[in-house]
């Protein structure tokens, strides 16, 4: 498991994190000295974050303002904290299952910009490409100048195998029947291994890891062909306390009436499963009105991590059973929408320290 050192040169290995359902995770609580953090086994901790009725982050709210719930039953608030500070490990994943230059470019230059403006020095990043395969771009690192290079190496297409070049010059085109930016059209037909890339990267590089941690999807379609289920992907999250964000991409080019760019997965009643699956974890789907807005909805992504809130509470029912529970976190004030992942598998806590080992 990748430690907090700088991982050196740009690196092609399998990657990617799946989905899954929450569980009793190790949970952060303060010492004595009110400055140490230690691991409570027994500990259900939360990160989450809040937005008013016209979705502007609250970042000033105290404990008193909040209650949690777990399957419906109050629970007492053990710690609070607003969390601009607390350790954060995030990957970018990239939807690069296409050889046009130009869509690797815009992905290049939006994730470089991301992960310098996200990543501190006391931070993790990391970088993976899916399409017909799962690759590691960059290892989890605080090198700015590692994340960078990494980033730039998308854009050249050589990071996912392809011939290297300008990122300005012209890209080869596949067919297709839909396009983006009116440009001409991706390959409707093409692999997208999102959710193998999403368990990949959880459990290489999430798994054990303390502080926050998040994904950031870069969506150019649904997924395609992967070996993982939607909800392997959901249960590698939830199990390992991963918020995960999509940035669904849409063709920009008719404004309104905006085209997807592939049909994207529904369930039955017409809803995104990639907008489930995100706010299952406690995060977002976000529609990208054209490749070249991506890097004002990574912006908004890298505001709501800095602002984020994390609480912690003793479950009251202490039957470790496996089976999931709800967590329900309500905020006081009228029209408040709290963003948390929706529960937890309750594993005994012996069975949690030796999956961390």
């Not at 990639?274 to 009105?289: D, I, P, Y």
Request: hydrophobic share 40%; proline share 4%.
């Amino acid at each position: 498991m990748p430690t907090r050192v700088s991982a050196s040169g740009v690196v092609l290995v399998l990657a990617l994190s799946g989905l899954g359902c929450p569980q009793s995770s190790f949970g952060q609580d303060k010492s004595a000295e009110g400055s140490a953090f230690q691991s409570k086994v027994d500990l259900v901790s939360v990160y989450f974050a809040v937005r008013d009725d016209k979705k502007r982050l609250v970042s000033d709210l105290g404990q008193t303002s909040f209650s949690v719930s777990e399957d419906g039953q109050p629970q007492a608030i053990k710690f609070f904290a607003h969390h601009t500070d607390v350790v954060l490990n995030v990957g970018v994943l990239l939807d690069t299952g296409s050889n046009m230059a130009w869509i690797l470019g815009e992905e290049a230059q939006a994730s470089k910009m991301f992960l310098r403006r996200v990543v501190r020095p006391t931070d993790l990043g990391f970088i993976v490409s899916y399409g017909s395969r799962v690759e590691t771009v960059q290892l989890p690192t605080s090198d700015p100048a590692l994340l960078r290079v990494a980033a730039e190496s998308i854009g050249k297409g050589a990071a996912i195998g392809l011939p290297e070049r300008a990122p300005a010059e012209p890209g080869i085109w596949t067919g297709g029947t839909v396009g983006i930016n009116g440009r001409n059209p991706l390959d409707p037909n093409r692999e997208s291994h999102l959710y193998d890339a999403i368990r990949v990267s959880t459990h290489r590089y999430l798994v054990g890891e303390v502080g926050r941690k998040a994904i950031v999807v870069v969506a150019l379609s649904g997924d395609a062909k992967s070996e993982s289920t939607m909800a392997d992907a959901l249960e590698a999250l939830l199990g390992n306390d991963v918020i995960a964000y999509v940035l669904q991409i849409y063709d920009g080019s008719k404004h309104d009436n905006c085209d997807v760019l592939h049909i994207y997965q529904r369930d039955s009643s017409g809803e995104p499963l990639l907008k489930k699956l995100a706010e299952a974890t406690g995060g977002r789907m976000l529609e990208v009105r054209g490749i070249d807005k991506l890097e004002d909805a990574l912006d908004e992504i890298s505001d709501e991590l800095h602002h984020q809130y994390s609480l912690g509470y003793y479950p009251e029912n202490k039957n470790w059973d496996g089976k999931f529970r709800k967590i329900q976190i309500s905020a006081g004030e009228k029209g408040f929408k709290v963003y948390a992942r929706k529960g937890y598998y309750a594993k005994p806590p012996a069975a949690k320290v030796a999956a961390t080992q």
